[in-house]
C-alpha cells in the first residue's frame, strides 16, 4: 500500500470526503477491503494506561491492521463505562457476570460496525 494510500485511508476513518475515491486505483481499494474481512483483533485496557490492540489475523499490510485496530480503540474508548461496569469488583458476582457479558456484546457489535464502516470506506 502506498503512502497516499494511507493517508486516504486515515482521512477515511473520520471523514468520507477528504480524498475523493476516484483518485486511488481501483485495485488497491477493492485488494484492502477484501483483506480486511480476513482480519481479526483483540483489545485490552489496562486498569491504568492506554488501551491497545493485539493483532490475532493479520490483513497482511501492516499499515490496514493498524487502520483496522484504531477503529476497534475508538470502540474501547466510546465504551468505557460499559467497560468499568465489567471490572467493578464491588457489584454481586451475578450482575458483574451480565455486565461483563454486556462488555463483550457489546465491543464485539461496535468492532464489526466500524470494520464493516471501513471496508465500505475502501470499497467505494
Not at 95 to 101: G, N
Given at each position: 500500500m502506498t503512502g497516499a494510500s494511507?493517508?486516504?485511508?486515515?482521512a477515511a476513518v473520520g471523514s468520507q470526503d477528504v480524498v475523493p475515491s476516484?483518485?486511488?486505483?481501483?485495485?488497491?481499494i477493492t485488494v484492502s477491503a477484501e483483506r480486511l474481512?480476513?482480519?481479526?483483533?483483540?483489545?485490552h485496557l489496562p486498569e491504568a494506561g492506554s488501551a491497545t490492540c493485539e493483532i490475532r489475523r493479520s490483513t497482511g499490510d501492516d499499515e490496514l491492521d493498524q487502520l483496522a485496530c484504531a477503529a476497534i480503540i475508538?470502540?474501547?474508548d466510546e465504551n468505557l463505562s460499559t467497560i468499568a461496569r465489567g471490572r467493578d469488583r464491588s457489584l454481586p458476582r451475578d450482575?458483574?457476570?451480565?455486565?461483563?457479558?454486556q462488555t463483550r456484546e457489546t465491543m464485539?457489535?461496535?468492532s464489526a460496525e466500524?470494520?464493516?464502516?471501513l471496508e465500505e470506506r475502501?470499497?467505494?
Open positions: 494511507i493517508l486516504f485511508l486515515l476516484e483518485q486511488l486505483p481501483e485495485s488497491t474481512r480476513d482480519f481479526r483483533g483483540r483489545w475508538q470502540c474501547v450482575e458483574r457476570r451480565a455486565a461483563t457479558a464485539r457489535a461496535c466500524r470494520l464493516t464502516d475502501l470499497s467505494v
